[in-house]
Nanobody, 131 residues
Framework: EVQLVESGGGLVQAGGSLRLSCAASGFTFGDYEIGWFRQAPGKEREGVSC????????YYADSVKGRFTISSDSAKNTVYLQMDSLKPEDAAVYYC????????????????????????WGQGTQVTVSS
């Protein structure tokens, strides 16, 4: 059974840091791409970052570039999202998602930000940023 379990969310002051973890099981970790998404109340789910575990390539939304860092530990089957210089607008429920290699439904440069390109999802972890 495929499982993605997020942890590390919480309440932090603006300017602070959090590290989110996404623990994966039930699939061959190295063959998958893992993405981080977030969804604030009343807003659509937004792609934040993604890592290709086969190639090591990473992707970031412009809104988090330079502040967030995605990394992967294959020994622990875990992907991390280090979030620094947090802003109130970063507050949301953060989800990790996994997709296997294969044809993309929408093979444009922003494919990694499209929720429907992913096969599996975690339950989410809440991030709250106070101003």
């Amino acid at each position: 059974e495929v499982q993605l379990v997020e942890s590390g969310g919480g309440l932090v002051q603006a300017g602070g840091s959090l590290r989110l973890s996404c623990a994966a099981s039930g699939f061959t970790f190295g063959d998958y791409e893992i993405g981080w998404f977030r969804q604030a109340p009343g807003k659509e789910r937004e792609g934040v970052s993604c890592i290709n575990n086969r190639e090591g390539s990473t992707y970031y939304a412009d809104s988090v570039k330079g502040r967030f860092t995605i990394s992967s530990d294959s020994a622990k089957n875990t992907v991390y999202l280090q979030m620094d210089s947090l802003k109130p607008e970063d507050a949301a429920v953060y989800y990790c998602a996994a997709r296997s290699s294969g044809l993309l439904l929408d093979p444009g440069p922003e494919w990694w930000r499209l929720p429907y390109e992913y096969d599996y999802w975690g339950q989410g972890t809440q991030v709250t940023v106070s101003s």
